[in-house]
């Protein structure tokens, strides 16, 4: 009888893990997500209180960049292969500088001369080298990173020599050599 006076207005309730194991058969769904996926069990204590997971923190690195990389250039290359600018004054500029105008006019083995040794060459190298006056306006173009080619240095020294040692003469003074 008094069994039947516990039940009439109390209910008896089972452990607590035993109501989780029931409420799993009685409500699956509860146990999954909106998609299907099935929640971790142990986001349920042994009494039926709900945890819900701890996420660790994750820890994001920064990297700083210090120094922008460069491009790689070779060490041994003095300038590109094609130059970087052109003659600081034109071909026929020799009017600019009157002086040097007249010293290359009247004395072109001597101005010749003051060029090679600029560029720090024998004086000697125009009577020694062949066609030394093209080496020469060569030599001027790639140290002063200027545009140009090998044919049409010759083709400059051939048809307008007097103005081409001008003209290196400028360069040179204008490059500070």
């Not at 194991?21 to 204590?45: K, Y």
């Not at 030394?132 to 048809?159: K, P």
Request: net charge negative.
């Amino acid at each position: 009888m008094a069994n039947s006076h516990m039940n009439k207005g109390y209910e008896m309730h089972p452990p607590p893990q035993q109501m989780m194991d029931r409420h799993e058969q009685s409500h699956p769904q509860h146990m999954t997500g909106e998609h299907g996926h099935s929640h971790p069990q142990h986001m349920m204590d042994g009494h039926g209180q709900f945890h819900p997971p701890q996420h660790q923190q994750q820890q994001q690195q920064t990297t700083v960049i210090i120094q922008q990389p460069t491009v790689q250039t070779n060490p041994l290359l003095i300038g590109t292969i094609h130059g970087t600018r052109e003659w600081s004054t034109g071909l026929f500029e020799c009017c600019t500088d009157v002086g040097n105008c007249m010293f290359v006019y009247f004395c072109y083995c001597c101005a010749i001369s003051t060029i090679v040794t600029r560029l720090g060459e024998s004086c000697c190298t125009n009577c020694c080298v062949p066609c030394a006056e093209i080496g020469i306006r060569t030599r001027v173009r790639t140290l002063g990173g200027i545009r140009g080619s090998m044919c049409g240095d010759c083709m400059t020294v051939a048809f307008c020599t007097l103005c081409a040692t001008c003209q290196e003469h400028r360069e040179l003074n204008a490059m500070g050599l």
